[in-house]
């Protein structure tokens, strides 16, 4: 069943462009690591301290195993250490989704 990984980022909102380094290089380490990247998304109008990411999987256990690369990957776990040490994420949640299909 596919799932679909949605991540609501609580970010400091004087520190977005960090975060749109930390999500652009997501953009090429994802999909090498076995995920589909819908999109990362920062605010535009109106609440300045919310962000998006969603990301696509074939099954619960895709996702299990995509996990287990992404923490032996040295780029990701630099993206992760980056995001530690800049602190421009304050607080991160994620739902998991069953999708939808026509």
């Known amino acids: ?3 679909t990984c949605f991540i609501r ?10 975060f749109r380094e930390y999500a652009q290089a997501w953009g090429h380490i994802i999909p090498r690591l076995g995920g589909r990247l819908l999109g990362y998304w920062l605010p ?3 609440t300045n301290y919310e962000a998006w990411g969603l990301v696509g999987f074939d099954s619960l256990a895709a996702y299990e195993d995509y996990r287990a690369r ?23 949640e994620r739902t998991f989704c069953e999708d939808v299909q026509p």
Do not use: S, T
């Open 70 to 92: 992404l923490k032996a990957d040295p780029e990701a776990r630099a993206n992760f250490e980056f995001a530690q040490k800049q602190r421009f994420i304050l607080r991160e």
């Open 44 to 46: 535009h109008e109106g």
């Open 1 to 3: 069943m596919p799932i």
């Open 9 to 18: 980022y609580e970010l400091d909102p004087f520190q977005r462009e960090a």
